[in-house]
């Protein structure tokens, strides 16, 4: 059970019902927001004399899951100099001449900083591997060397915050066909999207592993139900909260208390 208590490591277990209403969910949501920004501004030392751990966020998820839109919300209250997000789409040519994780060293915050990576390492062992992009040696040696990597970069304090945003076959089409059909929304479909949802289902064998293989206690994997927009953007945001408190009691600061919500139940 994740911090949330949303977290599973199997695509089946995810509850798709889930959902908020939009009140709810925006009442909520403001309340999040204005606790991280509390939190964000404790923990980067610009209120206080401490500064706290790394913060870094992986958004994974289906393709029109949702990641833009709670990147947004979970950035909203948050001033441009305090964090950064970091977009990852195929690695091109030079990237390819190094160690797939090198491209995203850059990335990695200092102390007291916050990243949100759109898109991350887990390319090699999902797009890449559905793709046949690397061998099977690769995608296999991955999980290791993910694993290695994460375990690494939790010792020196990162706090780390993976999320993988889920959603039904039936909904993933409904929204391509909405984003189709818009012509402020068609720029977000390309023809790769269709020929990766023709692969749903080895994408699915793929995910599944990924989560059973790199779901740690220093790195764990939360699956945020997504088919309810509202109910994904508010579990996510409440997903760092909780991560960065318990990061921040580990480094030996108490986070400030939260505006009436209890974000570990």
């Not at 995608?139 to 290791?144: D, I, T």
């Not at 692969?199 to 989560?211: G, Q």
Request: proline share 4%.
């Amino acid at each position: 059970m994740g911090l949330n208590g949303v977290m599973t490591t199997r695509l089946e277990d995810v509850d798709l019902s889930a959902s908020l209403s939009k009140e709810e969910a925006d009442q909520r949501l403001l309340a999040a927001q204005r606790h991280l920004l509390h939190l964000r501004l404790v923990n980067g030392g610009l209120i206080g004399d401490r500064v706290g751990p790394p913060l870094l966020v992986l958004m994974e998820g289906w393709d029109a899951a949702g990641k833009g839109g709670a990147i947004r919300r979970l950035v909203a209250p948050l001033d441009p100099r305090h964090y950064r997000v970091d977009t990852f789409a195929a690695p091109n040519k030079n990237d390819r001449r190094h160690h797939f994780l090198w491209r995203f060293f850059g990335s990695i915050p200092g102390d007291g900083g916050m990243v949100v990576l759109d898109r991350s390492w887990y390319g090699r062992v999902l797009v890449e591997r559905v793709e046949q992009l690397v061998d099977e040696a690769a995608w296999e040696r991955a999980y290791g060397e993910i694993n290695d990597f994460e375990r690494s970069m939790a010792a020196e304090g990162v706090v780390f915050v993976k999320c993988f945003l889920h959603i039904s076959d039936q909904e993933q089409l409904r929204r391509f066909e909405g984003r189709r059909d818009n012509p402020l929304k068609s720029w977000k479909l390309s023809d790769e999207d269709w020929r990766n949802r023709s692969k749903r289902a080895d994408y699915e064998v793929a995910i599944n592993e990924m989560l059973r293989r790199t779901d740690t206690d220093y790195a764990p994997w939360s699956v945020i139900p997504a088919e309810s927009k509202h109910f994904a953007r508010v579990h996510v945001i409440e997903t760092v909260i909780a991560a960065l408190e318990q990061g921040m009691r580990r480094a030996g600061t108490e986070p400030p208390r939260s505006q009436g919500l209890d974000f570990t139940a």
